[in-house]
């Protein structure tokens, strides 16, 4: 039969960037180092959904502190 895709485990994500109709994580694989980070589109990360909204509470959380809330432009 046909080899299953093993599902990696996300340890974390550690960024997100928006482009116009859709957003993407980039994702810390559980046992690999930061240069393995990969950008996953947020539609695949389905089954991942309490890690990315753990992230956003942090990523709010984190603006929220900052005093330096503005958005930088690209």
Same mark, same amino acid.
């Given at each position: 039969?046909?080899?299953? !895709?093993? &599902?990696?485990?996300?340890e974390k994500?550690? !960024?997100?960037?928006?482009? &116009?109709? %859709?957003?993407? @994580?980039?994702?810390?694989?559980?046992? @690999?180092?930061?240069?393995?980070?990969?950008?996953?589109?947020?539609?695949d990360?389905?089954?991942?959904? &309490?890690?990315? &909204?753990? @992230?956003? %509470?942090?990523?709010?959380t984190?603006? !929220?502190?900052?005093?330096?809330?503005?958005?930088?432009?690209?």
């Amino acid at each position: 039969g046909k080899e299953e !895709a093993p &599902e990696y485990e996300i340890e974390k994500i550690v !960024a997100h960037r928006d482009s &116009e109709e %859709d957003r993407e @994580y980039k994702i810390r694989w559980k046992g @690999y180092k930061s240069k393995d980070d990969t950008w996953t589109h947020e539609d695949d990360l389905t089954n991942a959904l &309490e890690t990315v &909204e753990k @992230y956003l %509470d942090q990523v709010k959380t984190k603006e !929220a502190k900052s005093p330096k809330a503005k958005r930088k432009s690209k």
